[in-house]
């Protein structure tokens, strides 16, 4: 799912030439090249869409930031959590939004070890879902319930039908994603394509503890 919404931008964009600058004003202050993911998102908030790999020479991401009508569509390049490198796409637009909350399910947590009653413990406390245009936007916030820092927290959503199917399924970081300390929160915000047919979602939650 990430890597369609992925593409679609990026086909939007084919036709206008990409400009590189060094940054760029979001709504909560500028952000430079060099900065650490968790600073860009503090400012600019979740990115539209995102892609991560990773090879031989450490994580790559690549986020889109749609900053509206008047100015344009960005993509930012981190390497091993630092921007290197904005670039300038296609003009940006504006995006109408509207609540939308179907029926859901209680969030669930997964830790990639055994729980512990000393380790990270990291818990969806509030979420909801708006459609915006052809998306639906599920948003909220996570919070490290337990004694020890949680670090890589994603957020899975799934969106399922009134008989459970499962029609898509989205995978998302934290915004503090690389480190949630004990007792501290985060938001996240996934982005789905919007779907008549569902009717519900099931949030969970994964998480690393620290070395």
């Given at each position: 799912?990430?890597?369609?919404?992925?593409?679609?931008?990026?086909?939007?964009?084919?036709?206008?030439?990409?400009?590189?600058?060094?940054?760029?004003?979001?709504?909560?202050?500028?952000?430079?090249?060099?900065?650490?993911?968790?600073?860009?998102?503090?400012?600019?908030?979740?990115?539209?869409?995102?892609?991560?790999?990773?090879?031989?020479?450490?994580?790559?991401?690549?986020?889109?930031?749609?900053?509206?009508?008047?100015?344009?569509?960005?993509?930012?390049?981190?390497?091993?959590?630092?921007?290197?490198?904005?670039?300038?796409?296609?003009?940006?637009?504006?995006?109408r939004s509207q609540a939308y909350y179907p029926p859901t399910t209680t969030p669930?947590?997964?830790?990639?070890?055994?729980?512990?009653?000393?380790?990270?413990?990291?818990?969806?406390?509030?979420?909801?879902?708006?459609?915006?245009?052809?998306?639906?936007?599920?948003?909220?916030?996570?919070?490290?319930?337990?004694?020890?820092?949680?670090?890589?927290?994603?957020?899975?959503?799934?969106?399922?039908?009134?008989?459970?199917?499962?029609?898509?399924?989205?995978?998302?970081?934290?915004?503090?994603?690389?480190?949630?300390?004990?007792?501290?929160?985060?938001?996240?915000?996934?982005?789905?394509?919007?779907?008549?047919?569902?009717?519900?979602?099931?949030?969970?939650?994964?998480?690393?503890?620290?070395?």
């Amino acid at each position: 799912m990430k890597a369609s919404v992925f593409c679609i931008i990026l086909s939007l964009l084919a036709t206008h030439h990409a400009y590189a600058t060094d940054s760029i004003r979001c709504k909560d202050g500028m952000v430079r090249v060099g900065d650490s993911v968790s600073t860009v998102v503090r400012h600019c908030g979740h990115p539209q869409s995102a892609d991560k790999s990773v090879g031989s020479h450490g994580t790559r991401e690549e986020l889109l930031y749609n900053q509206g009508e008047g100015d344009f569509i960005y993509q930012l390049t981190f390497e091993n959590g630092r921007l290197r490198a904005i670039e300038e796409k296609e003009r940006g637009y504006s995006v109408r939004s509207q609540a939308y909350y179907p029926p859901t399910t209680t969030p669930s947590q997964q830790g990639t070890t055994s729980s512990s009653s000393t380790g990270p413990d990291v818990k969806v406390i509030e979420w909801v879902a708006e459609q915006q245009n052809q998306y639906i936007v599920v948003k909220g916030t996570v919070k490290n319930m337990g004694k020890q820092t949680a670090k890589w927290v994603k957020i899975k959503v799934r969106a399922l039908d009134q008989t459970n199917r499962l029609i898509t399924i989205e995978e998302v970081y934290a915004s503090r994603a690389e480190a949630i300390p004990a007792g501290e929160t985060s938001f996240f915000e996934a982005m789905i394509n919007y779907d008549p047919s569902v009717t519900k979602y099931d949030l969970s939650v994964q998480w690393h503890p620290p070395k």
